[in-house]
């Protein structure tokens, strides 16, 4: 983590500034061998300035509990839990041991090694797919965020807004909220992007597949048969979040973006924000008594603590994450 000069980051409508580069990408824009993207708007200062935000001490778990999903989406498997016991060495204690843990099954990060370009065949600024699978040094590894998420987090209650607004949407369907729903709810709550904010978005999915039967549940989990609201995907979204200097966005929604999408789509957001811009996107975030709490005191804007992960070579992770106001 270090200063920035954001007036020196160039608009998203001079990217690329690379040769050779993608369109749209942010390729070079910190280095050729940047491995954070859009963490790079998190500074020092910012830390500090978030930290300013924390006035009454509440905190705010993000992360769902391990297996919450019964059964998990995506076709994923659930981890088995065992408690060990040391009663073999006469002494009265356990170990806990977890096998087959997906670290995508509940609330996650998607780090940048999660999905490459479809057409150009690399992952964010270039980095190709042998060198990501090397192991323990492999490039754009989750661990190297350990120490890097941390900053002033903003909600944009979309959700309630819309709602508010007399036409919410079904968050058990493909609805997509739009950029300018993000914007208007923004007013409405009176709060400011400002450069190196970590955006969560309540969409209202979460909180709608907790209140599903186990019947539904089901039914939702196939990756084939799962449907789900979420952000548009479009070249004027990620120029929103880019030229507002987001540092990663998260969502209590499985994709942030509607599920299904298409993955031949050049124009999925997966694409644009994680192998263009090195957008980190976080998904299946708990976020509805934070959204409480903000709504109660007028206050959307508060420190955000996550610490992925320290799994070299890892892929994703929990965020491990609180929210503190």
Sequence with gaps: ???????????????????????ESSWGVFGDDDEFGCLNFLTPEGVIEAARLVQK?????????INYAKPPLFNRQPAKHTILSFEQYGLLGHDDSLDNYNTQEGSQWDGLAHIGHIRHRAFYNGV???????????KLSIHKWANRVVGRGVLIDVRKFTQAKGRPLDPLTSATYKVADLKDALGAQNTDLKPGSILLVRTGWLGAYLAASAEQKKAMAPLEALKSCGIEATS?????????RVAAIGTDCPAVEQWPWDF??????HYRALSMLGLPLG??????????????????????????MNLEGGIASPPNAVAIK
């Design 1 to 23: 983590m270090a200063s920035i000069d954001f007036k020196k980051i160039p608009r998203f409508k001079d990217l690329p500034v690379k040769k050779g580069a993608p369109a």
């Design 57 to 65: 001490g509440r905190v705010f778990r993000l992360d769902t509990p």
């Design 128 to 138: 190709k797919d042998d060198q990501v699978k090397d192991g323990p040094g492999g």
């Design 236 to 244: 004027g979204f990620a120029e929103w979040l880019w030229d507002n």
């Design 264 to 269: 031949k789509d050049e124009g999925a957001l």
């Design 283 to 308: 998904e299946q975030f708990v976020l509805d008594e934070l959204a409480s709490d903000c709504a109660a005191d007028g206050r959307y804007e508060f420190m955000v603590v996550s610490a992925p």
